[in-house]
């Protein structure tokens, strides 16, 4: 089979040098285009761009001419790490003209029309794309992953919606590579916890009701629960943790929780998507993990590992969950996102 | 006048040090006897403990000499910083021979006859000590101080207390001082999370439901709340951070608790305790405050911060807390116990 | 007596707020002006800065109203801490006014007329002034103070220049707060180590043989000993440590070099100037220190604390130093330069 | 090809469980074999050894049982990663009883007639082994790797052996890993620098005169170069810093040096041995790099990297050299002087 030709948009940024890591070597997709702002157009990728991830530049990148930021030649299927600032206009644009954006910016996440996907979670989402490009009058079509937390949460809370949840409150321990680079300071998160992050609990809480909610035609309609979330940036490089405690319609059995987990495969799993971990939640049996440092990177980044289920003296259950904030929730997140809507016959002609 | 004469069980191990630091130049309290294991006794203080904190060991503590941890020629007032595989069987004994146990060991806190005081919180459940006398058949008593993480929660639960709370789910991030030394391997939390503290969780959830109950003649009535807590380390030196949501049965206005945050004293306070800092509780109005590294050591580490509060999706109200956890969360928790005992009168011979 | 007057140049940067809280109480100085760029002048401080440091800013100065950083209505006293992508001209706009820089920039230091001093070891080297009024037509002065790790060394080095130091091999491991803010990007710095800082090297080379140099009339003779610099940057929050090798024309023994360390007394402690420490350099016989985090606040920042003398196979002896970077290597080097240039009648009308 | 069955002695501690991670597939050497003390043995491994690295225990290894550290059913070629305090009679007995004892322990390295081997740089130290056996009167024989922090040294030194190093001194940035479990306490490292590890400079200078030596019939003549050696822990999990000032007979260009490193390769690649990185040592052109959190992990942790030539202003050159500290610095540097033992026949019956 010929690959399928991939472009990036915003590929000098910290998220676009996660899709560059991600996608090399991918077996259906093959990146052929860099698309970056203006002042970097024309430069090859490793002068435009100081590589700030582990290990250098994958050889055949670093070498490739960065292209101005517009539809026209890049490829079909684009992935967007555009900043927020100006992913609105330019995601927009590239699909308009026909272009598949699969985007990890917040600009579109929460508009009606526009699927926000969780390949294990809602991949039928992905229906409100005809009404989508029928609405917008577009030849191509805009698809979002969620905030890196609200991934990590929804993979989470997936085995576990079939019990009805009703509501839930979470503290996220955020990882540093979540704020891009240079992204936080170290003189505010040596030895320190910063209990803030502009606009992650809006997020988290929006974006986890929309996800576990249900396609309603031209609309999602999102879960009922409420969710409450405190979110804190810790010193810890790539892995986001969340606590959680959850209260179900009936209150389960821990044998009930502990089998959802454990048993847990969706369509990414049935389809056998190139990206998709073989067991997409993973609970540990020891009483102190998941860790960040110890588990995020397991499973190639892209699962979710899950621990301490226990009582809550206040909902029914409460547990912990970790997931790889740069791979699982950004890069790997559209990747697996691209992977399903390819199954599905989205990316053809 | 004079100062009253003080001693130390355990003073080698690392919350004796803190007792140690935070003594040095106390203006009520005179620390003149060191006790230990058998192991230490007889040896020059410098000689039997390694200095774990920063700075050096204060000077008239290094050259004295450390004594076997009975009771005899010890003074009348001993704080305890025993390790609890041997506070219970030392402090009783103490205790029985007439002295007066000031004890941050966990060992008799949930006690029904021993008092658990956060001076600030609960005062009049010193009223215990007469019943824990006769029942025991003590010429002297002990009175303990919570856990690290329940100060730092019932410290900020303190002011709310009058607007009836009813449940709250918290999560703590704990410093690794909390574990002592050597305590938490570096390899276990450098750029790491571990989301488990042994017995942590129940230690908040049920002391501080004792400490915020009320004196009902030979024993304390839990507060009714249902409490839930999360606890963690975090790669924090000193300092604990805990996120709060919490329900009341009236839900008050946002004045209504910045007020009693900002307005709160109580009878330390009043009496002008030495160790009481002026203002017990501090609101923060930055987005991103309280924090530990920048925050826990202001009001020499005797004060609660509180800050980001906001309205909690599914209860009423969620907030952050901050305090230091080995001054305010340890040592100086017990001597300020001994100071508002002392006030009433409770040292007299 | 009435205190002198005083402003700060740069005010709402790192280097100013560390101005600013070296100066809260001083004794001798009154902080009455906040010099900033064109951006910040006119708002209250509190309105033009984001405080970074531990704590909040001092009352009084938060409500300040920030001036416009030129001469006019400055004090005649200014302290410098622009960036030194602006600080040649304003600092020299300032001395030709008439006022006296005492500047932390790294603008000036090499210039052949400007004294860089560190009061223990160099204060002769203020003899460099009146050439400098005459040589550029100036009423004012600029007076400068070294790199910070230059500072740790050189006051290391301070007790051993009697002996004839030949040749020093140096290794740093400098605190993030050398950096400013937002200074180093977390992602660089956690559980990590960044082997370079750009233009730290040849600062430290060059700026010790100026310092341990004699004064020649109109400049300053360098030490002939040849310096050799690896700087590096690691997760410390305040702290610069450096290992050391040196050789000496004869070779002292250890009593000779412990002796001369721990008698080390100079300029300032003879005059009792109020920053200066009452032992600047404090040799700690443990074999395991000095430590940044345990150490470097010590004496209030001031002090240089070495450890570690042991043979050099190499070299004669090698040993390790540590200093405080903001208030030794920064702020308070700055400030006890002043009262230096006070107790020679410098600051006079 | 069948493969060798090996054996670990020190199986459930941190360098044991290195050993098994670095085992794991490997394509010569079948671990079947867990030695350990009395306490374990009998028991599963997984009940015997608490998991210390990042993810799971291997499966096949999590089930084997743990035998008991004596000769006897032990396959030949044994590991050893016993502690310091009981390796020499261990290593001695099986020795003795005709093992192949490759042992990342100290005991033996300064032996006389034991090959100290690091490779890529003195193969040919093997042929001391003859000798030991007869020396000894054992059947089996003893080869040692090197300290972390040495290996890492020499490495970078190998390249330029040719040009006649006289002197040199260095200063390690050592990761905690290095201390085993649970090792450093998180109380002495977490935003600090301890300048002090108990026996590492020694071992340093010794062991890299030893292994830059020469063979000489029954000993190794050292290098006769002078080293001297700073040896710091700083926060970093894996991966050991070095920066280096070095002499040498006759000053080689920089265009003699960077060739010499780029082009280095010696017996394991000539021989392609399944553990030998490609190219041994890799100079890294990137001004602030090599750094551990980003490079150590590359080529499997086997690689040396060096960056910053540049001139030194007291001696020669100087540079900066990091490496993987568990794997080229332990596990991986016996199993590859395993593989180059088994490509000299010395495995064989």
Same mark, same amino acid.
Request: net charge neutral.
């Given at each position: 089979?010929?690959?399928?030709?991939?472009?990036?948009?915003?590929?000098?940024?910290?998220?676009?040098?996660?899709?560059?890591? =991600?996608?090399?070597?991918? %077996?259906?997709?093959?990146?052929? /285009?860099?698309?970056?702002?203006?002042?970097?157009?024309?430069?090859?990728?490793?002068?435009?761009?100081?590589?700030?991830?582990?290990?250098?530049?994958?050889?055949?990148?670093?070498?490739?001419?960065?292209?101005?930021?517009?539809?026209?030649?890049?490829?079909?299927?684009?992935?967007?790490? *555009?900043?927020?600032? +100006?992913?609105?206009?330019?995601?927009?644009?590239?699909?308009?003209?026909?272009?598949?954006?699969?985007?990890?910016?917040?600009?579109?996440?929460?508009?009606?029309? +526009?699927?926000?996907?969780?390949?294990?979670?809602?991949?039928?989402?992905?229906?409100?794309? %005809?009404?989508?490009?029928?609405?917008?009058? /577009?030849?191509?079509?805009?698809?979002?992953? %969620?905030?890196?937390?609200?991934?990590?949460?929804?993979?989470?809370?997936?085995?576990?919606?079939? =019990?009805?949840?009703?509501?839930?409150?979470?503290?996220?321990?955020?990882?540093?590579?979540?704020?891009?680079?240079?992204?936080?300071?170290?003189?505010?998160?040596?030895?320190?916890?910063?209990?803030?992050?502009?606009?992650?609990?809006?997020? *988290?809480?929006?974006?986890?009701?929309?996800?576990?909610?249900?396609?309603?035609?031209?609309?999602?309609?999102?879960?009922?629960?409420?969710?409450?979330?405190?979110?804190?940036?810790?010193?810890?490089?790539?892995?986001?943790?969340?606590?959680?405690?959850?209260?179900?319609?009936?209150?389960?059995?821990?044998?009930?929780?502990?089998?959802?987990?454990?048993?847990?495969?969706?369509?990414?799993?049935?389809?056998?998507?190139?990206?998709?971990?073989?067991?997409?939640?993973?609970?540990?049996?020891?009483?102190?993990?998941?860790?960040?440092?110890?588990?995020?990177?397991?499973?190639?980044? *892209?699962?979710? =590992?899950?621990?301490?289920?226990?009582?809550?003296?206040?909902?029914?259950?409460?547990?912990?969950?970790?997931?790889?904030?740069? +791979?699982?929730?950004?890069?790997?997140?559209?990747?697996?996102?691209?992977?399903? *809507?390819?199954?599905?016959?989205?990316?053809?002609?």
């Amino acid at each position: 089979m010929n690959k399928i030709e991939v472009g990036i948009l915003g590929a000098t940024g910290m998220v676009g040098q996660h899709f560059i890591k =991600f996608l090399d070597g991918h %077996p259906l997709f093959d990146l052929t /285009w860099l698309g970056a702002s203006e002042r970097s157009a024309g430069k090859r990728y490793s002068d435009a761009a100081k590589w700030n991830l582990a290990g250098a530049t994958p050889g055949r990148i670093a070498s490739r001419k960065v292209e101005d930021a517009k539809p026209g030649n890049a490829p079909k299927l684009v992935f967007s790490a *555009m900043d927020a600032g +100006v992913a609105t206009e330019i995601e927009q644009a590239f699909a308009q003209a026909g272009h598949v954006v699969v985007s990890n910016s917040r600009n579109h996440r929460m508009d009606q029309d +526009v699927p926000l996907i969780v390949p294990e979670i809602n991949a039928d989402h992905l229906k409100l794309i %005809p009404g989508q490009r029928k609405l917008r009058g /577009w030849k191509g079509q805009i698809v979002t992953n %969620p905030n890196c937390s609200t991934i990590v949460l929804t993979m989470a809370l997936g085995p576990l919606k079939q =019990f009805g949840i009703t509501r839930m409150i979470v503290t996220t321990m955020q990882a540093v590579s979540g704020a891009g680079y240079p992204g936080v300071p170290s003189m505010d998160i040596l030895g320190n916890v910063v209990p803030y992050i502009g606009g992650e609990e809006e997020k *988290m809480q929006q974006e986890t009701q929309k996800i576990m909610g249900d396609f309603a035609g031209d609309h999602i309609t999102p879960l009922a629960a409420k969710v409450s979330a405190h979110c804190n940036r810790v010193a810890v490089v790539d892995g986001h943790t969340v606590t959680v405690s959850v209260e179900f319609a009936t209150r389960p059995s821990e044998a009930d929780l502990l089998n959802a987990f454990r048993s847990f495969t969706s369509v990414p799993q049935e389809r056998n998507l190139p990206s998709a971990p073989k067991y997409p939640v993973q609970y540990m049996i020891e009483n102190d993990r998941p860790q960040p440092r110890k588990d995020a990177e397991r499973e190639h980044g *892209m699962a979710t =590992f899950v621990g301490r289920l226990r009582p809550c003296p206040v909902f029914d259950w409460k547990f912990v969950a970790l997931g790889h904030n740069t +791979v699982r929730g950004a890069a790997g997140a559209a990747v697996l996102n691209a992977e399903l *809507m390819q199954s599905e016959g989205l990316l053809d002609s």
